[in-house]
C-alpha cells in the first residue's frame, strides 16, 4: 500500500518544464505571424458572412444558387459540413475520456474548441438561408402572431433543439475543463490576465474534495454527451431520412451521417494538430508526441474504413430496391459524369488507406494531404447528398440543375475564415491541452516505466 | 477535513516541500485516524486520494442523484411543453392529416430526449458545483502568505482541524516539512506564521 502512495518525484521535472513554458507563452505578447493571420481571418470572415448575409437579407435568398427544383443548395452543405465536424470533437474527446485512453490529454481540448468553433460556423448557414434573419425567433417555443406554435413533430425543430442542446453542453463540458487550468493561470499571471482567469476560475482551490468530485463529473459527463452527439447527427440525417424525396428516404442514414462525422472530425483534428504544432509554442511540440499522431491516424484509418463500409451497404441497399430508386440512386451518383462520387470515395476511403505506413504515419506533411483529402471527400458527399439528390425526381418535371453563385462561394470562405478567427483567439486565451491531465498522464507513464524495470 | 469553510473552525494549514513529503504526512495522518483533514494539490495525486477516500461514495451519489433529477425535470419538461403547445391548443396544428396527441407520441422522441439530456447535463452542472463549492470568489487560506503555488505549478497543501500545532509535530517528524505552517482561525484573525 506504501509502495503505490509513493509520489514519483523523479517525475516532476517534465510536467514542471511543461507548466512553465504554458505559463510563459500565455504571458508573451502576441507575434505578427499571428496578427497577420488573424487580420486576414476577420476580413475573410466579414466579407464572406458579413457581406453576404447583408445581401441576403435586403435582397433576399435570390442572390443564391438555388431555384425552385433544388431549393436547398450550398448553404445546407455547409451547414451539415460544419455540423459534422463541430459534433466530432466533442465525440472523440468523451469517448477517450470513457475508454480511458492516456492519449486523450494532448489531443481532448483542441477537439473540444474545434466543436465549438465549428457548431458556430454551422449555426449560421440555416439561419441566413431562410432569407429573413429578424424572423429566426420563430424558431423559440413562442407562439407567433397567429397563436400557431412551432411544430415539434418536425425535424426542421429536433434539429433546430438537439444543436442547441449540443452547443450548450459542449461549452459547459469545455469550460468545466478549463477550470483548474484558470486556476493554475490565475496563481502563476500577473496583473490584469490574473484578476480574468481568477474570475474564471471560480475559486477553484485545488482540495481533494474538487479534484474527486471534477474528475467524476467528467466522467458523467462524458457518459451523457456520447449518446447526445449520437442522436444529433442522427436528428441532422432526420432532415433529409424522414422526407419523402427519393434518395434521401434512407434507414441507413442515421449511422451513415455519424460515421461520416467522426471521419471529418478526426481529419480536422490531425489537421489541426499539425498546424498548431508549426504555429504554436514549444508547449505543444512537448506535449503532441510523435505516439499521440500515430495513434491520431490509426483512428482515422479505422474511421475510413468504417466508412468504406457505409458506401458499400448504401450501394447494396439501392440494388435491393425497387429498378426506380436504383436509377435515381445512379443518377444521384452520375453528378458531374460520375466523378464527384469517385473523388468522394477516392478521399475518404482509398487516399486513408496510406495511413497502413507507419512513413507515412510520422510525416506531417503527408498527414496533411491525408487530411485535406478526406475533408474534401466529405464536403462531396454532403453536396451529393444534397444537391445531387434535389436534382433528381420521379418525375421529369421536377427535375432541375443547380449552380452555386458567388455569394455561396463567399459565404463557404467566410465561415473558413470565422473558424479560424475563432479557434486562434480561444487556443491563445486558454492551454491548448488540460495541464493536471498531462502532468497526471507524465507521470503514471513514468510510473509505468519505473515499475518495468 | 470536510466542511471547514462552512463553520469557522481553526484548521492548521501546512505547506510541504515537494509532493514526496505530502504524502508521507498523508500517510501518517490516515495512520493516526484521529484528526480531520484534507489535502490542496495541483492534481489529484495520492495524498488527495488518501483524503477523499472516506467520501467518495457519498459524493459519487450525489453527483449521479443530480444528474438523474435533472433528466426527470427534462422530460417532465418536455411533455408539459408538448401538452401545453401542440395537443392542448385551439386549433390543433395537423400536417399531413395526422392530429397531435398521445397517438403520435413517436415524433416527440427527439424533443423529449433532447430535453432529457439537456438538464440532465443542467443538474450534473448544478452537482458540479454545489460539492467542488464553487464558485467561491474568498476563502480563509487565501488570506495565508505561503498560499499559492510556484511558476512551476507546484503547491502541496495539508488543512488539518486541530488548534494547536504541537498536537501533530510529532507526526510530520519524519515528513520532511521544510516549509511552513499556520494556524487560521476564523476570517479576520488569524495566528502566526512560523517557519520551520
Redesign the interface.
Known sequence: M?K????S?YT?TA???L??LV?EEVQAPLSIKWWVIFVVCCAIAFRGLGVSSWQMASEGVGVLGVNNHVPWGWDIVHFVFWIGLGHAGTLISSVLLLTRQPWRSPIARGAELMTLCAVICAGIFPVVHVGRIWMGWMTA?L?EVS????????PL??DV??VS?YF??SI?YWY?GL??DFA?LR??CTGKRKWWYGLFA????????????????SL??AA??T??VI?VHS?VS?DFAVTVNAGWHETLYPPYFVIGAMLSGMAMIILILVCVKKLMGESVRVAITARVMNLASKLLLTLSLLMGFMYLWEHLCGLMQSEDVTELLHAKNQEWGGWAMWLMIVGNVLIPQCLWFNKIRRSAWSLVLVSLSVLGGMWLERFLIVVGSLKQSFLWGQCGDYLPSTTDVWMFVGSAGLFVCLYMVLVRLTPFFS???L??MIISRKDEQANEK | M?NNDKTNEPFLLVRFK???S??KA??QLVNEGTFRW???????????????DP??KQ??AR??TF?FLGACFGILLAFV??WS??WN?SPR?E?QG?V?GWD?LA??V??I???M??F??VG??I???S?????????R?FDVEFF??D?????YFL?IQCDNFDKIRHLFEFCNIENRHQFVTTVDQKGGSNDQ
Open positions: 506504501k503505490v502512495n509513493q509520489p518525484h516532476q510536467s514542471q518544464r507548466i512553465k505559463v417555443p407562439p397563436g400557431v406554435w412551432s411544430n415539434l413533430g418536425s425543430m429536433w433543439l438537439a442542446t450548450c453542453l459547459s468545466m477550470i483548474p493554475l496563481d502563476t471560480l475559486g477553484w482551490k485545488g482540495t481533494s474534495t474538487q479534484w474527486y468530485v471534477y474528475e467524476k463529473s458523467i459527463f451523457i454527451l449518446p447526445l442522436s436528428v432526420f495541464l493536471c491531465e502532468r497526471e | 470536510k515537494d509532493e514526496e505530502q504524502v498523508a500517510n484534507d489535502a490542496i494539490s495541483p492534481y489529484l495525486n495520492e495524498a488527495s486520494k488518501l483524503a477523499i467520501y467518495k459524493i459519487l453527483l449521479r444528474t411543453w408538448i403547445t401542440q391548443v396544428l400536417v395526422r397531435p403520435q415524433v416527440y427527439p424533443v430526449f433532447e430535453l439530456i439537456l440532465a447535463g450534473l452542472i452537482g458540479f458545483l460539492k467542488a463549492k464553487l464558485p467561491r470568489w474568498y476563502d487560506c499559492e503555488i511558476d512551476k505549478g507546484d503547491g488543512i
